[in-house]
């Protein structure tokens, strides 16, 4: 299994360009969301998804657009990109056990620059 | 409101012990700890409901004080792959699963 894959792993925008980060899970995990972390700082959620069709807003959401059209994928898009959002960006999945909830599994990330 | 964590950052010889703090304002379900080296994906470690139970994997054990609000992460003999940088999550409900992290705990474990 390859478990959380993220695509590109680095990335180089101009402000005002718009791209799609890419995210795909094999582990047939219900939970997905994604994450960004700035220098020296924790992680914040930007948005996450329960299921197949239903998305909803994390912390940060503005200047993000998510959808979850398949339960394996779970693409973040940047709209209009601005330098505020030059970032690392994690993708994780997970799902509810009976006992509680499962840790994420984090994908190795994407180093955004918008410059 | 994101859990606080303390120390920010703490320096160990191998073989010494750790103790890293994460203290939240809201009332808790679950605390989650990862483990992220630099350049790196964090890596889940263990969780913890509420009920006040303690884990332990390894020599990484933690524990979960529902009446505070806070849980510990203890670090015992520490071995130079401890380092890295040591988050909690925390989660309110088990409804979404949304994860609030602290701002992480810098460990480093010299020779």
């Known amino acids: 299994n390859a478990g959380v894959t993220q695509t590109p792993k680095f990335q180089v925008l101009k402000t005002g360009q718009s791209m799609t980060l890419q995210c795909a899970q094999d582990m047939n995990h219900e939970y997905m969301s994604w994450y960004r972390q700035d220098p020296g700082m924790g992680l914040r959620l930007i948005h996450y998804s329960v299921g197949a069709g ?12 998510v ?4 339960t394996e994928d ?8 601005a330098p505020s959002q030059t970032s690392v ?3 994780a999945s997970s799902y509810l056990s009976s006992t509680g909830s499962y840790g994420y599994t984090f994908g190795s990330g994407t180093r955004l620059t918008v410059v | 409101q994101q859990p606080v964590q303390s120390p920010q950052a703490v320096i160990l010889r191998e073989g010494e012990d750790a103790v890293i703090n994460c203290s939240s304002s809201k009332a808790l379900y679950s605390v989650h700890w990862y483990r992220q080296k630099h350049g790196e994906a964090p890596v889940f ?13 390894d020599k ?8 505070k609000q806070q849980s510990s992460l203890y670090l015992t003999a ?5 380092s890295g940088t040591y988050f909690c ?21 010299k020779p």
Do not use: W
């Not at chain 1, 779970?74 to 990109?81: C, D, G, H, Q, V």
């Not at chain 2, 520490?78 to 401890?82: A, H, I, P, V």
């Open chain 1, 89 to 91: 960006y994690f993708c």
């Open chain 2, 45 to 57: 470690l263990m969780i913890l409901l509420k009920g006040g139970e303690q884990k332990g994997h």
């Open chain 1, 67 to 70: 959808s979850r059209s398949t």
């Open chain 2, 78 to 82: 520490s071995q130079l792959s401890y």
């Open chain 2, 60 to 67: 990484i054990s933690a524990s979960f004080n529902e009446k």
């Open chain 1, 74 to 81: 779970f693409p973040l898009r940047l709209l209009s990109a």
């Open chain 2, 89 to 109: 999550g925390t989660a309110v409900n088990n409804a979404g699963n949304m994860l609030t992290f602290g701002g992480g705990t810098r460990l480093m474990v």
């Open chain 1, 54 to 65: 239903i998305t909803d807003q994390g912390e940060v959401p503005n200047g993000y657009n």
